[in-house]
């Protein structure tokens, strides 16, 4: 492939991932730019995109429950 292609590609990928941070920041997911880009390439990669929210959102709990733990310590 001609590098210009690749270039495009990289351009329409940034494009993508910064669309679906607009979106998301809308949403209030609190998803940065390289954590959704982690999560569009595990879904691009076959990863059911329910099971990756439900994933998300049990870390964020789990998160939440140390940080409430290590202010109570």
Do not use: W
């Amino acid at each position: 492939m001609p590098p210009s292609n690749d270039n495009e590609k990289q351009q329409a990928a940034q494009q993508a991932v910064d669309i679906l941070h607009e979106i998301s920041t809308i949403l209030n997911c609190h998803l940065d730019r390289r954590t959704l880009s982690i999560c569009i390439s595990m879904i691009e990669n076959g990863v059911n995109p329910e099971a990756l929210a439900n994933v998300v959102q049990y870390l964020r709990k789990e998160a939440q429950k140390i940080e409430f733990a290590k202010g109570r310590g």
